[in-house]
């Protein structure tokens, strides 16, 4: 507990330890005079004729505390931290199996999800086919990410790992890369990063680059978790790239292990209506923080408590208040 004025509590301690002193000062001398005058003192009468005074004397300090201004630091719950929004851009995002497309439905997801965001919560957007690029660094300016958001062509391949490692690097300020030889890499220059959370939009159809498992794996040794939203269906559609008629579908797999692998989940959407609807149950992170709390309410209220005990105690017993 802290205090706005501090040098109140001087204050109080003075103003009630002499209130204290000329009570009890107050009570001798009526002893002595009611001895001198031959009366004795009634046990039984004791507590009537020192509660009323004592409830009185009581709440002279805590209205003074009050006074001082106790404060106390509440750890309050809320949503916050950095939201990174990958979007797959690869031909096969241009499938017609969500309406109109898998990635116009993923768009307006995405928006939707941002526009429901608080200010708390900042938001940044990259896009990956065969390479990522960050598009919109992470910022609490949520109008600048729908932006960045509504800029997304479809275009190239897909590479999941990528898209995780350009993320991860941005959440953590530094580049991070899979080591070329396949041997562990060193995840103790990453930091933690408990507060970050990477959503991937995709139909999960991973055309190369690196790994994406252990790609997961380096972002959840950083603390981040991978949500992942599945855009488009099992069935499939049919798409043109380059004179070629290619068939694409979703594959659910691939996304539920890159998201488990972190701790995330993967949020199945086969339309548009769906997709709305699956971003809402995206979990993003509580955490707390601490916050003053006044409390010169509470000792105040205590101590008019006691003020009123005291003085309805004093008028019943003795007839007076002091």
């Known amino acids: 507990m802290s205090f706005l004025y501090p040098y109140v509590l001087v204050v109080a301690v003075l103003i009630s330890g002499a209130a204290i002193a000329a009570y009890v000062s107050l009570q001798r001398r009526r002893a002595a005079a009611l001895k001198a005058a031959g009366f004795g003192t009634l046990i039984g009468g004791r507590l009537r004729r020192h509660l009323p005074y004592a409830l009185l004397l009581a709440a002279l300090p805590i209205l003074l505390v009050g006074l001082a201004r106790p404060q106390a630091q509440v750890a309050v719950p809320r949503v916050s931290g950095t939201v990174l929004l990958a979007f797959d851009i690869s031909n096969s995002m241009a499938a017609t199996d969500v309406s109109p497309t898998r990635l116009a439905a993923a768009q307006a997801a995405a928006t939707k999800f941002v526009d429901e965001q608080p200010s708390t919560v900042d938001v940044g957007v990259l896009v990956f086919g065969d390479q990522a690029l960050l598009t919109q660094a992470p910022t609490a300016d949520h109008t600048a990410a729908t932006a960045?958001?509504?800029?997304?062509?479809?275009?190239?391949?897909?590479?999941?790992?990528?898209?995780?490692?350009?993320?991860?690097?941005?959440?953590?300020?530094?580049?991070?890369?899979?080591?070329?030889?396949?041997?562990?890499?060193?995840?103790?220059?990453?930091?933690?990063?408990?507060?970050?959370?990477?959503?991937?939009?995709?139909?999960?159809?991973?055309?190369?680059?690196?790994?994406?498992?252990?790609?997961?794996?380096?972002?959840?040794?950083?603390?981040?978790?991978?949500?992942?939203?599945?855009?488009?269906?099992?069935?499939?559609?049919?798409?043109?790239?380059?004179g070629y008629q290619l068939n694409t579908a979703l594959d659910e797999s691939t996304l539920t292990a890159v998201a488990q692998v972190t701790g995330g989940a993967y949020h199945a959407a086969g339309d548009a209506d769906t997709l709305n609807d699956t971003t809402k149950s995206i979990d993003l992170r509580l955490t707390t923080k601490k916050e003053p709390l006044e409390l010169t309410a509470p000792f105040a209220g205590a101590a008019l408590l006691l003020l009123a005990l005291g003085g309805m105690l004093g008028t019943r017993w003795h007839g007076r208040i002091v």
């Open 148 to 242: 960045a958001i509504a800029r997304v062509k479809a275009s190239g391949g897909t590479s999941l790992g990528q898209a995780i490692l350009v993320g991860l690097g941005t959440i953590t300020g530094k580049p991070v890369s899979l080591p070329a030889d396949g041997s562990a890499p060193d995840t103790s220059a990453l930091g933690y990063w408990p507060s970050a959370t990477i959503v991937v939009f995709s139909d999960g159809e991973n055309t190369g680059g690196p790994d994406a498992e252990a790609a997961a794996e380096l972002a959840a040794a950083a603390g981040v978790r991978i949500q992942t939203v599945g855009v488009g269906t099992a069935k499939g559609a049919t798409v043109e790239v380059d």
